[in-house]
């Protein structure tokens, strides 16, 4: 965009205010001019001067007087294409929602005549008053547009809706709202695969693993943020992906090959993320397996989902490999096994939080990378690919921090 769009972000005096700093820091990266206003209560939490050093900008404080601007508020309004208030306690809703003037960060609200985006951050409780939902229908009735809250562990203790949502996608909401989105992936359809698979051995047992689907989610969201068209094929998992990626529920390895199939047709990227389970009962019984009667269990190798697809069909393909011991040897073999080495050493790297493993080595058709043990967090990028030079500088968040 050839001008500048002015963001006016209010910070109030939650918990989760320290998170105002990042958002600010996305915000500026993403070429946005940033002004601050703080309340009061947020000074508790955060210095002005992190504002200032972030945005190179003078921040507006509770009190301000201006001697040169003398209705600052009213040219702050003027000013601001958006006003965004990241955390948005419950208090600061109520105000906003019956007029309340009492402050710069609200005078300038009431004054202001264009869009508002509000991102709270409240004990589960707050959130879930009546007096605080009412508010929330008023403002929404009013056009004010809302950024969660999400859905975790509050710093309170309690696991609950009213924890803030994370500063990159409240960021993506703003770029939502003013059309600025990164177009990386634009017209490009990538299908991804995140969670366990489930082999049944009776009606009421089977064989699967740990999977949370963490990774595979979170790198279809990142996929979604820079443009693209994603399909997650996902086995069942709790963790959840953006509102609108299209999403397939699957159980078995059979089902997830067949629906990576079913939507193959002009795919130009293939992640394959998810924990395929390895084996599968030889011969499935109809009736559930009496625990008193002696069990012999015949397993045989399932179908590998990035094997029939790396050799079918012609698309760039990305799998990983979970390993225990000699990391790289086994991922090598597991490359020269299915003969996919060869002299191209094009790449997509790909790293994600990893808590409990001793280490995680990903695998393409062409490459072989080991990532460090421990947790770490990382970032997605690739390199020198089919669809061009591209960089994702933005890290695919893990595990959660534990406040609201």
């Not at 958006?82 to 710069?104: N, Q, S, Y």
């Not at 803030?164 to 996608?169: L, Q, S, T, Y």
Request: aromatic share 6%; with cysteine.
């Amino acid at each position: 965009m050839s001008e500048e769009i002015k963001i006016l972000l209010g910070v109030t005096g939650g918990i989760a205010a320290y998170k105002a700093a990042e958002i600010t820091r996305l915000l500026v990266k993403q070429k946005y001019q940033v002004k601050v206003v703080m309340t009061r209560t947020a000074e508790d939490f955060i210095t002005p001067l992190t504002f200032e050093t972030l945005t190179g900008e003078k921040v507006y404080q509770y009190n301000t007087v201006d001697k040169e601007s003398p209705m600052l508020h009213i040219n702050l309004a003027r000013w601001a294409d958006i006003i965004l208030v990241a955390p948005t306690t419950a208090e600061f809703i109520a105000k906003v929602t019956h007029g309340r003037a009492d402050d710069m960060l609200t005078t300038t609200c009431l004054a202001y005549d264009k869009k508002i985006i509000l991102a709270p951050s409240m004990n589960k409780n707050m959130w879930a008053n009546k007096a605080t939902q009412e508010n929330c229908k008023i403002l929404k009735e009013r056009g004010v547009i809302f950024s969660g809250p999400e859905y975790g562990s509050q710093a309170c203790g309690d696991i609950g809706s009213g924890r803030m949502k994370e500063p990159k996608d409240i960021v993506e909401d703003v770029n939502n709202l003013t059309k600025k989105k990164s177009r990386l992936f634009q017209n490009k359809k990538i299908i991804i695969t995140a969670g366990p698979t489930i082999e049944n051995i009776d009606p009421v047992r089977y064989l699967s693993n740990r999977s949370s689907g963490m990774m595979g989610c979170e790198i279809a969201n990142a996929f979604h943020d820079h443009g693209a068209n994603v399909i997650l094929i996902k086995g069942p998992c709790n963790y959840m992906q953006k509102e609108d990626i299209r999403s397939i529920d699957v159980k078995s390895a059979k089902e997830m090959l067949s629906e990576v199939e079913k939507n193959i047709i002009d795919c130009d990227i293939f992640v394959s993320v998810a924990a395929v389970s390895d084996f599968t009962a030889k011969n499935l019984t109809n009736n559930k397996i009496k625990s008193d009667e002696p069990l012999n269990l015949e397993l045989i190798k399932n179908i590998d989902i990035l094997k029939t697809i790396s050799n079918k069909y012609n698309l760039f393909t990305v799998g990983f490999a979970a390993e225990t011991s000699d990391v790289k040897a086994n991922s090598i073999k597991k490359l020269k096994d299915n003969n996919w080495i060869d002299q191209d050493t094009r790449a997509i790297q790909i790293i994600s939080t990893v808590k409990s493993m001793s280490s995680l080595t990903y695998y393409n058709m062409r490459a072989v990378v080991e990532l460090p043990n421990g947790p770490l967090s990382g970032q997605l990028y690739q390199k020198d690919i089919n669809v061009g030079n591209v960089f994702f500088n933005e890290p695919v968040e893990g595990y959660k921090d534990d406040e609201p």
